[in-house]
């Protein structure tokens, strides 16, 4: 629990309210490189309002990803490459000096796939 805890306050701290981390959808995959868990969920605004709900699905052991387990993912035609490339790592300077500004890293992975297809 506690480490949910640290996830999710550097999640506050650093990523927008609107985690539109993804081009087409809520969902996110979000790796957390200190204990090797990933995060399967997604964000969608609650009815009638401007709140945000997120929604951790699961929570995966780093590469123990499967199409069952992968929520919304599972769908996707390019369910593998999107397992292989999380769009938000957390992190910290002892893993990697690109840690040392912000802990949370951010790609968009459709923007990635979109280049290969």
């Given at each position: 629990?506690a480490?949910?805890?640290?996830i999710?306050?550097?999640l ?22 200190a204990?090797?868990?990933t ?9 009638m309002?401007?709140d ?5 699905n699961t ?6 990803f ?12 390019h369910l ?6 999380p ?13 040392k ?8 992975y459709?923007r990635?796939l979109?280049?290969?297809?």
């Amino acid at each position: 629990m506690a480490e949910f805890e640290r996830i999710c306050e550097n999640l506050e701290d650093y990523v927008p309210s609107d985690w539109r981390l993804t081009r087409f959808t809520g969902d996110f995959l979000i790796l957390d490189l200190a204990i090797g868990i990933t995060l399967v969920g997604d964000q969608r605004r609650k009815d009638m309002s401007a709140d945000i709900i997120k929604v951790v699905n699961t929570a995966l052991l780093a590469g123990g990803f499967s199409k069952a387990k992968l929520g919304k993912h599972a769908g996707s035609a390019h369910l593998f490459e999107i397992a292989k490339r999380p769009n938000l790592f957390i992190g910290n300077e002892r893993i990697h000096e690109i840690f040392k500004v912000s802990p949370v890293l951010a790609r968009q992975y459709e923007r990635l796939l979109i280049k290969q297809y």
